[in-house]
């Protein structure tokens, strides 16, 4: 008799429309039977994907090894279990104690990869992070509260570098995240958006500037669940890629001028 795989598989749920889950992730919670997901941010509405029979587990309720004994248990009985995270699970997903323990356990962890809200959010501004001639880097960072941060990773430092900033889970202190960027040397008047549940049917989003945003933000009643967007991309003018330029030559194409 062949033994079946022990594993649990982390999943992508996407930002919170239900059909921006994969089409991999979907395929594994149809034939789950165990799903533990974040309640708290995780749209319901993907766990009707799920079989009437799956036990479906809130881990908001749990402590961490609660839900590693749990997905564990299922596992060693050769069940299909699902730990389902919000967006993508390697972004601020606190996927890496789960692992940790499991493998512990010798129950084998594999990832599929989801829609990050990084991604949504800029679908929802209809943004390009990058713009040519002003930064090729994006720095996606959040700003320390109970859980700190580097010193080298403070806003003010990261300010330096005039690069695409985006903020998770810094909604709740956007007054003190924008003084910090603006003491790091950011123009007041720098272009800042945010975008509250990005992709979900109650998505806001609020545009301002550097030194607006945080009122702006407080009109609205945003402080949860919203990234922060500050930079350039957000009114790059006329900024152009090289690559479909007539004079410019590439592998695929030889330039004309």
Request: proline fraction near 4%; aromatic fraction near 8%; include cysteine.
């Given at each position: 008799m062949i033994e079946k795989a022990k594993t649990v598989n982390f999943v992508g749920a996407g930002p919170g429309a239900p059909d921006l889950i994969t089409v991999r992730g979907s395929e594994l919670l149809k034939t789950a039977d165990l799903v533990v997901y974040a309640g708290s941010l995780v749209n319901p509405e993907i766990l009707e994907i799920c079989r009437d029979d799956c036990t479906i587990m809130d881990s908001a309720f749990m402590s961490l090894e609660e839900q590693v004994s749990a997905m564990a248990a299922s596992a060693e009985t050769g069940s299909s279990v699902v730990r389902l995270h919000t967006g993508d699970p390697s972004l601020y997903g606190a996927v890496a104690e789960q692992k940790r323990l499991l493998e512990e356990r010798g129950i084998e962890v594999r990832f599929v990869p989801g829609v990050s809200s990084l991604q949504a959010t800029a679908a929802a501004l209809g943004?390009?992070?990058?713009?040519?001639g002003e930064t090729q880097t994006l720095?996606?960072?959040r700003r320390g509260g109970r859980t700190p941060v580097p010193e080298r990773e403070s806003l003010d430092k990261l300010a330096a570098h005039g690069s695409t900033i985006v903020l998770f889970l810094t909604a709740g202190q956007v007054?003190?995240?924008?003084?910090?960027?603006?003491?790091?040397g950011l123009d007041p008047k720098t272009p800042a958006a945010c975008?509250?549940?990005?992709?979900?049917?109650?998505?806001?989003?609020?545009?301002?500037?550097?030194?607006?945003?945080?009122?702006a933000m407080r009109e609205r009643g945003i402080d949860h669940?919203?990234?922060?967007?500050v930079g350039k991309c957000?009114?790059?003018?006329?900024?152009?890629?090289?690559?479909?330029n007539s004079g410019f030559s590439h592998r695929f194409r030889e330039g004309s001028l």
């Open positions: 943004i390009q992070y990058t713009v040519p720095i996606c960072t007054k003190e995240a924008t003084d910090e960027l603006i003491e790091g975008v509250y549940r990005a992709s979900w049917d109650d998505e806001t989003i609020v545009r301002s500037d550097l030194s607006g945003l945080a009122e669940q919203a990234l922060i967007v957000l009114d790059p003018g006329e900024a152009s890629s090289l690559l479909y």
